[in-house]
């Protein structure tokens, strides 16, 4: 009975020992992870400015508990700083955790900051300031916590201590020295007083490197000091040794901002070396001793006032320029009205060589050429230099230009005879190369300002929105890295960063319409001498045709308005905004030359704008590619040396040569029968002088840039302009004093006036307040503070000397060959 009662009982008190070993076994196991997962915390009354010495474990975590009373006219600034002594703590490092009021911070030490391609270095010793927030009590007692706890079971030595900042809160013109690191950031406090509404704050170090950040932020928590997050709020600039922010009322509502100084992790973004480190995935990298020794002060900026004295100065200036031109007119019509007019006419007086142009009088018949004679008897269809001077003013001025066209005439084949026979006679008379009727040359030359009004509207109206754009971002994203300003004479205005640098651009705009009118002027006046039948105007001096003065007008105040929207935003990416219409300039100026005595075979505006088209797409080429690239400097410079040669073959033949397949038979042929066969020199020696000059320089420019390769490929291709127009002009003046011809006195007091202004303007110029070919950091290097009115810097002054030099070089333009006024054109020779 009892063996059959244990056999039925015998299943239960099986399942029931082990329901009885399960359940010992779970609670043995939930006593010994209660056991493991009990942390002791001990929160400790702590004090300023005392070093605490402690060990921290994964079974234990401390919480240091301090008060401190602040004052609403008064801030202080809290430290804490942070040593980890322990070997090793990179693998399990220690987290402190800041809780205050309104803010809580927290990191880790060691610290782990990253650099480019993943790098990672660690600093054992971190410093940070605590956020303070605004009191509104008299005074209150404020109480913050320093929880210190870490996840490695082994024990973790450390030194914590927290200090006061008493020099937290920064005071207008006083200077302020302090050290800063990337684990060991700094910033202060600054609070706008009474009647300044934008103060300049500068950090200045006598250190290159490392590397830093300046950061302007308002007052807020958290406050973001460290390299990784410093762009992430307000404005910010890199630096080396300075730094220079404009901080306006306006953008902080609490009338108060910080300055935050960050040290960087690496040098790179400052333009200096990278070091090279083996690069393994998750090494840690020792970055060295990366202290810097800065110091900041925040000074109040200029007042409206000196706003309004900048642009009545700016106005001044150039409303002068008006005021003297008034005077000059008025002086040179009454002159003109006491002068008669005297006509220089001897008639069967045969052209001599430039040589003897100044005893042609005497000697009108030495020519010793009898080709030359004959091809002037050959051309009587051609113009109308045997013209009586009834059928040149009987014609009707008043008949439609547009019946009129160039290719009316130049498809003739007799007139094309007639061209190679004119146009290749050895000593050349203006009245050889202005044969063309007067109001087809007119056209042809208006056209040039219709097309470049044209070219400066819809070249301006994109650039104009692109500023607007670079200058929404900048004030937007506060990166001033993007721009570069003279920061330490940046004067802003509304949204504009540098107004001073677009306010003294005023001076192209306003000059190039004082030109405009003084041109118009001329214009009219001449006109008036046509419509009278004026035997002056009709058969004596220089050919007048305004079409490329009114061009070069236009182009001067379009590289005011250009140069305008290039200084909202100064950086390499538009600098062509303010170099295209400079070239644009340069070649206008020397057509302008060349078509002065060569009007009927000068270019077309169509051909003339084309190549200028190619002069600036290579200049984008070249920012964009040149920077290093010896396969673009090679193929620009051969093109370069190609053009100046074809260029050289066509101002030497007069355009009458052909570019074909038998080209190389021809040159083949030139070289045996004037330099093999027989030793002759060139037919037309003074145009083979300027050329091979021309040639020289040209060649000289392109090795070197091919040798160098400069990396402002827009200022190297502006020099080659340049100096091509210097040369050119230069050999223009030679010619003609060496031809008997005389400069008279405005012109000599504009180019005496024009050269002296160059000198001094190139010398502000050359000053380089800043340069986009270096980093933003290294450029600011270069800044220097305002030298006139405490409002314009020497760019500023670079910008009115150079409107009143190319103002001025323009007036030479106009008034060099106003001698020749009454000197008949068969008179005068081409060169």
Not at 342 to 365: M, Q
Not at 523 to 542: F, K, M
Request: glycine letters at 4%.
């Amino acid at each position: 009975m009892v063996l059959r009662s244990c056999c039925k009982f015998g299943p239960v008190l099986v399942w029931f020992r082990l329901g009885y070993v399960v359940l010992l076994w779970l609670c043995v196991t939930h006593l010994r992870c209660a056991r493991a997962e009990t942390k002791t915390v001990v929160q400790k009354d702590a004090e300023f400015d005392v070093t605490y010495n402690d060990t921290v474990t994964s079974d234990n975590q401390t919480i240091y508990a301090f008060n401190h009373t602040v004052s609403r006219n008064k801030t202080e600034g809290v430290r804490v700083t942070v040593d980890v002594l322990s070997e090793g703590a990179e693998s399990s490092p220690i987290l402190f955790v800041v809780r205050q009021k309104q803010a809580v911070l927290s990191f880790q030490v060691p610290l782990i900051l990253r650099g480019l391609y993943q790098r990672k270095y660690p600093y054992a010793h971190v410093g940070r300031t605590l956020c303070q927030p605004p009191t509104r009590s008299l005074t209150e007692t404020q109480y913050f916590f320093v929880d210190v706890s870490t996840l490695s079971s082994l024990g973790t030595h450390y030194q914590l201590r927290i200090s006061r900042v008493d020099s937290f809160t920064l005071h207008t013109d006083k200077k302020f020295s302090f050290t800063a690191s990337p684990s060991q950031p700094q910033y202060f406090k600054y609070v706008f007083p009474e009647g300044v509404d934008t103060v300049i704050v500068k950090v200045n170090s006598e250190m290159t490197f490392p590397c830093s950040v300046m950061s302007i932020q308002d007052i807020q928590c958290p406050v973001y000091d460290l390299d990784n997050n410093v762009a992430f709020i307000g404005m910010y600039q890199t630096m080396t040794k300075t730094a220079a922010i404009t901080v306006q009322r306006k953008d902080f509502p609490s009338n108060s901002f910080y300055v935050v100084v960050v040290v960087k992790t690496e040098d790179e973004a400052c333009g200096g070396p990278l070091r090279f480190y083996p690069l393994r995935p998750d090494e840690l990298i020792d970055a060295g001793n990366r202290s810097k020794t800065l110091d900041v002060v925040v000074s109040p900026a200029i007042s409206s006032d000196v706003y309004v004295m900048g642009m009545l100065f700016c106005l001044g200036i150039f409303l002068s320029f008006y005021l003297l031109t008034f005077l000059v007119a008025c002086v040179e019509n009454k002159r003109s009205v006491d002068r008669p007019t005297v006509v220089y006419r001897k008639p069967g007086v045969t052209p001599v060589s430039p040589y003897e142009y100044g005893s042609f009088v005497d000697n009108a018949s030495t020519l010793s050429s009898e080709a030359i004679t004959d091809s002037i008897a050959s051309d009587a269809n051609y113009g109308y230099m045997e013209r009586s001077l009834e059928s040149v003013a009987g014609r009707s001025r008043q008949e439609s230009l547009s019946s009129i066209e160039e290719d009316d005439y130049d498809t003739l084949a007799d007139i094309d005879s007639d061209k190679n026979i004119v146009r290749t006679k050895k000593y050349l008379c203006v009245s050889d190369l202005a044969r063309k009727d007067k109001r087809v040359l007119s056209k042809k030359y208006q056209i040039y300002f219709w097309n470049i009004a044209t070219i400066g509207v819809f070249y301006a109206l994109p650039v104009i929105q692109l500023v607007i754009t670079y200058q929404t971002v900048v004030n937007v994203t506060g990166n001033q890295d993007i721009c570069y300003y003279n920061f330490l004479c940046a004067h802003p205005l509304g949204n504009l960063s540098a107004f001073n640098n677009i306010l003294s651009n005023l001076g192209y705009v306003m000059l190039g319409l004082l030109f405009l009118l003084i041109v118009l002027q001329r214009d009219v006046i001449h006109s008036r001498a046509l419509d009278r039948n004026d035997l002056n105007a009709l058969e004596c001096g220089i050919p007048k045709h305004f079409g490329l003065f009114y061009a070069m007008g236009t182009a001067l105040m379009m590289e005011g308005l250009l140069s305008a929207c290039y200084h909202v935003c100064p950086n390499y990416t538009n600098f062509q905004f303010d170099t295209s219409f400079m070239y644009m300039i340069a070649g206008l100026c020397v057509l302008k030359l060349y078509q002065k005595r060569h009007p009927d075979i000068n270019a077309s505006a169509y051909t003339a704008y084309a190549c200028l088209a190619a002069v600036i797409f290579f200049s984008v080429l070249g920012v964009v590619f040149g920077k290093g690239n010896m396969v673009f400097w090679i193929v620009f410079s051969v093109l370069h040396i190609l053009a100046t040669m074809l260029l050289s073959t066509q101002l030497y033949y007069m355009g009458r040569w052909r570019l074909d397949s038998g080209i190389l038979r021809r040159i083949v042929y030139v070289i045996y029968t004037d330099c093999i066969r027989q030793c002759s020199g060139p037919m037309y020696i003074d145009r083979m002088v300027l050329l091979v000059m021309g040639n020289i320089v040209n060649w000289s420019l392109a090795a070197y840039g091919l040798l160098k390769t400069p990396n402002d490929f827009a200022s190297y291709l502006l020099a080659i302009a340049i100096c091509n127009l210097l040369l050119y002009f230069a050999f223009y003046i030679i010619m003609k004093l060496r031809s008997g011809e005389r400069i008279q006195c405005m012109a000599m007091v504009c180019i005496l006036f024009t050269a002296v202004v160059w000198g001094f303007a190139l010398f502000f110029f050359f000053q380089g307040l800043s340069t986009w070919q270096k980093t933003p950091a290294e450029s600011r290097e270069h800044n220097r503070d305002c030298i006139v009115l405490s409002f314009f810097d020497d760019h500023d002054i670079w910008h009115f000397l150079s409107s009143i030099a190319m103002f001025g070089s323009f007036l030479v333009l106009l008034t060099m060959d106003d001698d020749l006024d009454n000197v008949q054109r068969d008179k005068i020779f081409v060169f």
